[in-house]
Structures are given as structure tokens and as C-alpha cells.
């Protein structure tokens, strides 16, 4: 029904910056909640950033606040995540995702129905 391609990962040095893609289609809507999540090797998945729909509300998990924007792009169908000031602990894969899941919280991944393949993020010190 919908398909999510992240972009836009590689590797950097502490204190660069990367900004992530995600290009959205199928069966998607202006009004879906978008979100990026991210992934560490024997970590559970980590709510990063979301933006509303309706309103264009964000939000951001503590650690990245500040550091990281979160954004869209309607007529591109696009959805972005610029980081910048990348720390070692940012290091991640991180997953694109869309709402349709059954939860009304946005930093809870069952708020989200579909995801993206995943790209990877790798910050050196």
C-alpha cells in the first residue's frame, strides 16, 4: 500500500552533518504522520523525530533536540531529517516511517504502519 525509500546515510566524522531522505508512494496522503527512528546494533528501536500531518507539529527524542530537524516536502512527496553536530552515539540504521499503525503515540513505533528499509548512519570521533 505505501512504500518508503530512505537515502542519504554514509559516514562522517564527529560534529558533521548528514540529512537523510525518505521518498514516499502508493497509497500515501498529505494528512499521514511521518517519523524516523533509528536503530543500534543490540538496541531496541529508538523513536528520533515526527511530524504531523496536520499542523506540521514536531517533535524530538531529548538527545538529538536541537541538533536535529525533521521535515517535509508535500509536493515532492518527500521527508527529510537534517543532522547536524553527528555524535558516535548517533550511530544507527535508521528506518522512515508512516503512520497507520494503532497507537495515537507518535514517539511509539506502533503508531506507524509502514517503514522504510533502513540506511545507515556511522559517526567516527
Known amino acids: 500500500q505505501v512504500q518508503l525509500v530512505e537515502s542519504g546515510g554514509g559516514l562522517v566524522q564527529a560534529g558533521g552533518s548528514l540529512r537523510l531522505s525518505c521518498a514516499r508512494s502508493?497509497?500515501?496522503?498529505?494528512?499521514?504522520?511521518m517519523g524516523w527512528f533509528r536503530q543500534a546494533p543490540g538496541k531496541e528501536r529508538e523513536f528520533v523525530a515526527a511530524i504531523r500531518g496536520i499542523g506540521f507539529n514536531t517533535y524530538y527524542t531529548d538527545s538529538v533536540h536541537g541538533r536535529f530537524t525533521i521535515s517535509r516536502d508535500s509536493a515532492k512527496k518527500m521527508v527529510y531529517l537534517q543532522m547536524n553536530s553527528l555524535k558516535p552515539e548517533d550511530t544507527a540504521v535508521y528506518y522512515c516511517a508512516s503512520s497507520g499503525g494503532g497507537s495515537i503515540d507518535l514517539k511509539s513505533p506502533r503508531r506507524y504502519g509502514y517503514w522504510g528499509q533502513g540506511t545507515q548512519v556511522t559517526v567516527l570521533s
Open positions: 502508493g497509497r500515501i496522503f498529505s494528512t499521514d504522520d
